[in-house]
C-alpha cells in the first residue's frame, strides 16, 4: 500500500560524488520525516541525515559537511548528494519514511525501502 522506492547508488572512486534519491507513494496523508541510513558488512545500521516536513535536517557527525540532503513535500522524495565519498561510506543506503495514512492520522508509520549499495573504492 506503501511503497519507498530508491534509485541512484553504484561504485564511485574516492572523492567522487554521488546521489540517492527516493520517492514514497501509495496510501499517504502526510510524512513527518525522511532520511537516509546506512549499514557497512558487519555492523549496525546508522543513521545518515534525516529532514522534516519544515526542512530541519540532522545529520551523522561523519558526514556532516559532505553529504546534503533535501525533500520535495509535494513529490514525497528525498534525495541525499553525497561529495568527497570515502572508503568508509561504503554500505547499503536504506531511505526511511515516518508517515500518517489518511485513515489514521494519529498513528505515525515507520517505512524502509530495499536499501541500495553504494561503494567507494579505486
Known amino acids: 500500500q506503501v511503497q519507498l522506492v530508491e534509485s541512484g547508488g553504484g561504485l564511485v572512486q574516492p572523492g567522487g560524488s554521488l546521489g540517492l534519491s527516493c520517492a514514497a507513494s501509495?496510501?499517504?496523508?502526510?510524512?513527518?520525516?525522511m532520511g537516509w541510513y546506512r549499514q557497512a558488512p558487519g555492523k549496525a545500521r546508522e543513521l545518515v541525515a534525516t529532514i522534516t516536513s519544515g526542512g530541519r535536517t540532522n545529520y551523522a557527525d561523519s558526514v556532516t559537511g559532505r553529504f546534503t540532503i533535501s525533500r520535495d513535500n509535494a513529490k514525497n522524495t528525498v534525495v541525499l548528494q553525497m561529495n568527497s565519498l570515502k572508503p568508509e561510506d561504503t554500505a547499503v543506503y536504506y531511505c526511511n519514511a515516518k508517515f500518517r495514512t489518511p485513515k489514521a492520522t494519529f498513528f505515525l508509520y515507520d517505512y524502509w525501502g530495499q536499501g541500495t549499495q553504494v561503494t567507494v573504492s579505486s
Open positions: 501509495g496510501n499517504i496523508f502526510s510524512i513527518d520525516a
